[in-house]
């Protein structure tokens, strides 16, 4: 099966890629979006001090 | 655990710990051969960055030794110290370092015995804990 | 000579530093007439087979914003780093870390095992894991490996030029670009668009005497905003920061103590240490219960000292089993 990788996309925040599978005929026969990033606010922002969070959270996204 | 031989860095004064030190070698008084030793001026010069380096470089525990309060030979070295050791105690400690690793103690000339002693204590106490272990 | 070429790229980054660059403003379109930016997944449509086309060497500057958090980014930081003749570490993460360096008190599998399945708000069927392969009914599905620690990016590969922030100052940067595109570049290894003090140097706060007996929260007390916040007992982490950032600083500017977002000032490889020393010498007593109490008022004081420079310190790769 052939296929198309979009990797990474673009013009947005975060990473992210596309994988696109062809059939035979050329038609797409499934797509996958992938997001291959994971950096753990969800972990280390727990058991922080309540006034140091708005200072850490902004850097979850900057754009 | 079995046969695990702790490292320990010891920073010691060269005032009242080194001769407690001392002491502990005229009095025929032995203690286990892990304890590696650095001598410093005083407690209060043992910067915390010497320290985190110390097990950086593979100590899997650091002990500082110096005068008792009041003792120093600087007279606020040790206060200096104590103030950093309970903080950096508690900054690695939240990093996942058990804090009996990092050690502070005062030794006086005439605690030569109490001061083998506490080698012993700390080593066996590290032996325990197991080696300080590195991300793979 | 021709036109200078760019690569702008961000590892694990929240792209607060890309738009740094965007909000040098109009600037930008100096830039752009001296320089062609040849990879900005932010901004243009470029792929990673785009770089792997180009010849080695071929990109005069890269820009890398970012921490190495997982295989990706490693492998894209050795892809640039071959590709570009100037290597510059962009921002805080790049440089030390950075936020995302904070995951570097946890564990791989702690962090894991929350965000897949402990979070309350996630719904992953039991047992589910990002896996780097994949097999799916028409082929495999490649993930990168996520690392144990969160590494800076000249522990991966070599870096010229750091350019410290979180992010950088944008007149800063400017600067900086402006520097490459004249060829008045400092020594390779130099921390550029930053000051070689300590950012206390360029506070204008009110200094007296640094001796504190209470550490306090910023929510606990009415600060005077003209006095330096560390003798008030708010840490602040000026001593141990390099300045620059902007005059006078911009969280002191904004009557907010300074995190530390510029990394360590020259001569101190450590900087949560360096600070960890300069609280510890402020504090105005010589009991040892009063002592412990008042270092009890310092509530977190990794995520307070090494806020950006976990990764960066000797600390780094030391954890218990
Ligand atoms: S240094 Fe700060 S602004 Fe830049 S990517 Fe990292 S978190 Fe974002
Ligand atoms: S500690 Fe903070 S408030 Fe005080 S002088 Fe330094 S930067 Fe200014
Ligand atoms: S004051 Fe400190 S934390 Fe704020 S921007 Fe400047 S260096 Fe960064
Ligand atoms: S000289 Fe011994 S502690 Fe200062």
Redesign the interface.
Known sequence: MKTISIDPITRLEGHGKIEIFLNDQGNVENAYFQVPELRGFEVFCLGRPVEILPRIVPRICGV | MDNFEPKIIGFYCNWSSQMGIDSAGVEGASYPPNLRLIRVMCSGSVDPEVIIEAFKKGADGVVILGCHLGNCHYRNGNYNALRRYRLLQKTLEQFGLEKERLRLEWVSVAEGKRFAGLVGEITEELRRLGPLRQFS | MGKLKFAIY?G?A??????AVVDTHEKLLDIAAAADILFW?????????DVEEMADKSIDVCLFSGAV??S?NEHIAKLLRQKSKVMVALGACAQLG???G??N??RRQ??LD??YHG?PSTASQKGVY?QEITS????K?K??K?Y??VMTLDQVVEVDYYLPG??PESARILEVVQAIVTGNLPPKGAVVGALDKALCDSCPRKREEKKVKVFY???EILFDPERCFLEQGLICLGPATRGGCSDPPRCIRSNMPC?GCYGPPPDV??Q???M??A???I?D??D?GQ??KI?DG??????????FGLPA???R?????
């Open positions: 961000w694990a929240c792209g607060g530093c890309d738009v997944p932010v901004a243009l449509d470029f792929k990673y087979r958090r997982n990706e950075g936020i995302p904070l995951a008190e946890k702690d962090i929350f965000v979070s990002p799916v009914p028409e082929g599905l993930l990168p996520f144990d620690a979180c992010p929260r910023p929510q995190e490889t450590d949560g240490a360096k960890l020393s609280v510890s010498s504090i007593s010589q040892p002592i412990e270092i310092i509530v977190d004081p990794l995520g307070t000292f090494y806020r310190s000797a600390l790769k030391k954890r218990f089993p």
